[in-house]
Nanobody, 129 residues
């Protein structure tokens, strides 16, 4: 059973940066596509970014492209989401998820949450106004 633990969330000022981590507490992440999602109060969960099992492919939502960067270090069983130039938005809970992809090197930010099999608890990222 894959167990994911997120960390790195917090309260930041507009324009600042934050790095979120998604780590496996047991199994290796080598064979899993990892996605990051966020959910604001009263809104649906939306895909932010994903990275394929090999790290060869990444994908971003239009709203974060150019500001967020996803990466992975399989030796550390960890995937990172670097959030730069944060803008004032409603508080959101960021969560990571994992799935064994149908083919190696596959990920798409358009994948719905139901496509993923394993979820972490989500750090809470808040941007002050």
């Amino acid at each position: 059973q894959l167990q994911l633990v997120e960390s790195g969330g917090g309260l930041v000022q507009p324009g600042e940066s934050l790095r979120l981590s998604c780590a496996s507490s047991g199994l290796t992440l080598n064979y899993y596509t990892i996605g990051w999602f966020r959910q604001a109060p009263g809104k649906e969960r939306e895909g932010v970014s994903c990275i394929a099992d090999s790290g060869s492919r990444t994908n971003y939502a239009d709203s974060v492209r150019g500001r967020f960067t996803i990466s992975r270090d399989n030796s550390k069983k960890t995937v990172y989401l670097q959030l730069n130039s944060l803008i004032p938005v409603h508080p959101a809970v960021y969560s990571c998820a994992a799935v064994s992809p149908p083919s190696a090197g596959f990920c798409t930010v358009a994948a719905t949450p139901r496509w993923y099999d394993y979820w972490g608890q989500g750090p809470h990222v808040t941007v002050s106004t």
